[in-house]
């Protein structure tokens, strides 16, 4: 599939489909069913037949190739990377080597090239994925990502920045050669741009498309390598989010309907070791030892290498508030100072104030401690006046959390998820989760949609049950964590074993 420059000159992708991967000379692909669009931004959707069989667990070896005093990629019927043969040139082709913007080659471009396989590693850490830049022995299935040369090189136009085979049935596939034509990239953000055009399409080869838009928030997607959009830049990641599919805007995905380009990933390689900082973060205001009102903010300044995705304010040990992450901006997304509110049912007593910050993959850091006062100090139970809270120390606080998924609670500071949502017949421990997105809840459980792109875990109907989440009837509106009250019901027939 491709990307198109930068510069993002006006037109949109036609996915096209090879028809007869048996006749090459006869491979120019006929439309298929996608928004309108001119130009040859095209995604290549491959026959499954065009790709060598492989074992049901493909290479995990990715290789960048700068193709040092050039390199030849021959046209042919099938996509092997051992042989150095592609569907996708239109005749047998030689590739330029890497190049600086400059037009500066071999050891002058060497500190470019460096920092554009750090950035690679960085972006396929989360994954038993090894980003290599030497080619792999003789006899090895590996993954070929030519960084180097000019679209025309292989015929095609000169505003496409790359291109690669996709199956078209989505599945992963082994020794594909994707192309991300280095040479023709501008000089602003370089680095970053080439890692974002290597990552879309060596990703492709793993059953990837292209991503338009997150479904919580209708967030631009533009965080993300399967982007075509522009709206942000900066490093970009394989977001744990769930996406739309699409190039400049929304079509249905190619296979199933939605993505996630993070899981899709982890599915097929199953989990690395992640190279990217945890977040920083910490408070700046109050200072320690100050005394707070009600309709105070908690305020705190964070950063992450790959984006704050959440803010969580915990007062005495328990999650009170929660704020989303910055908007991404052309640099990617800044340090930001968050507020986070205060609830005016916290009761007065001693505060210990801590502030977790989360990036999307769950990674998390948190502030050191500063301790405030909200009134004056609780001196019995009675003061602290919620439901379960004991006075300890001046300190107003819920004893440790312990109920697990499925368990009979009260209050969400009874959970370990320090989620209680109510149902039909009482309430019950639960955790978020993303319908559609497989593995997120436990055995037995099932994610129940509560709003577009966001669940809560459940347990499944049992035989003669149903699961009603949203009907016409009863408003669905879950509990989620902030000690604010059921504000409704998802409706269902509660599996009778309370754990997991």
């Avoid at 002058?108 to 989360?126: F, G, L, R």
Wanted: hydrophobic share 35%.
């Amino acid at each position: 599939m491709t990307r198109s420059l930068f510069a993002w000159s006006a037109g949109a992708l036609t996915l096209v489909a090879l028809g007869s991967v048996a006749l090459a000379e006869d491979r120019e692909p006929a439309p298929l069913p996608g928004p309108a669009a001119t130009g040859p931004r095209q995604a290549v959707v491959t026959p499954v037949e065009a790709f060598t069989p492989h074992d049901a667990q493909i290479s995990t070896i990715l290789y960048l190739n700068r193709c040092t005093g050039g390199c030849l990629i021959k046209m042919g019927n099938i996509n092997d990377a051992r042989a150095d043969t592609s569907t996708i040139p239109t005749a047998d082709a030689s590739i330029s080597e890497f190049a600086l913007s400059t037009g500066e080659t071999g050891t002058a471009a060497d500190a470019e090239w460096n920092a554009i396989v750090k950035c690679m590693k960085e972006v396929y850490s989360p994954f038993n994925v090894q980003v290599v830049d030497q080619r792999p022995q003789s006899g090895l299935s590996f993954h070929q990502a030519i960084v180097a040369g000019l679209p025309p090189e292989i015929g095609r136009g000169n505003d496409i920045l790359g291109i690669a085979p996709l199956a078209g049935d989505c599945t992963p596939q082994d020794n594909v050669v994707s192309f991300s034509f280095a040479n023709a990239h501008s000089p602003n953000q370089r680095v970053n741009n080439i890692c974002w055009t290597a990552a879309q399409e060596s990703a492709h080869a793993f059953g990837l498309d292209h991503e338009y838009e997150f479904l919580v928030g209708a967030r631009s997607a533009c965080n993300d390598p399967m982007t075509y959009r522009s709206d942000c830049g900066g490093q970009k990641f394989f977001r744990n989010d769930s996406a739309k599919c699409g190039e400049f805007e929304e079509r249905p995905c190619l296979c199933g309907p939605v993505q996630n380009s993070h899981t899709k990933i982890l599915s097929v390689f199953e989990a690395g070791t992640v190279t990217t900082a945890k977040p920083t973060v910490s408070v700046t205001f109050p200072t320690d030892g100050a005394v707070i009102a009600n309709n105070v903010n908690i305020n705190a300044r964070a950063f992450s290498q790959r984006g704050i995705q959440k803010m969580e304010l915990y007062l005495n040990g328990h999650k009170w508030s929660e704020v989303p992450g910055a908007a991404f901006s052309s640099n990617g997304q800044p340090e930001s100072t968050y507020a986070l509110p205060v609830p005016t049912m916290v009761p007065n007593s001693l505060i210990d104030v801590v502030v977790k910050a989360y990036d999307d993959l769950g990674l998390m850091s948190e502030s050191p401690v500063i301790t405030v006062t909200k009134g004056a100090a609780c001196t019995d139970d009675a003061s602290c006046v919620l439901n379960g809270m004991k006075c300890t120390a001046g300190k107003c606080g819920w004893d440790a959390p312990s109920g697990e998924i499925g368990e009979d609670c009260t209050y969400n500071e009874f959970c370990l998820s320090n989620t209680c949502t109510a149902t039909s017949d009482g309430s019950v421990c639960s955790k978020e989760c993303h319908p559609g997105v497989q593995d997120e809840c436990p055995m037995d459980f099932k994610c129940e949609m509560t709003s577009p792109g966001l669940g809560v875990c459940l347990a499944s109907a049992t035989e003669g049950g149903c699961c009603s989440v949203g009907s016409s009837r009863e408003a669905v509106v879950v509990h989620l964590g902030l000690g604010l009250g059921v504000l409704g019901l998802v409706l269902r027939r509660r599996k009778r074993t309370s754990r997991v």
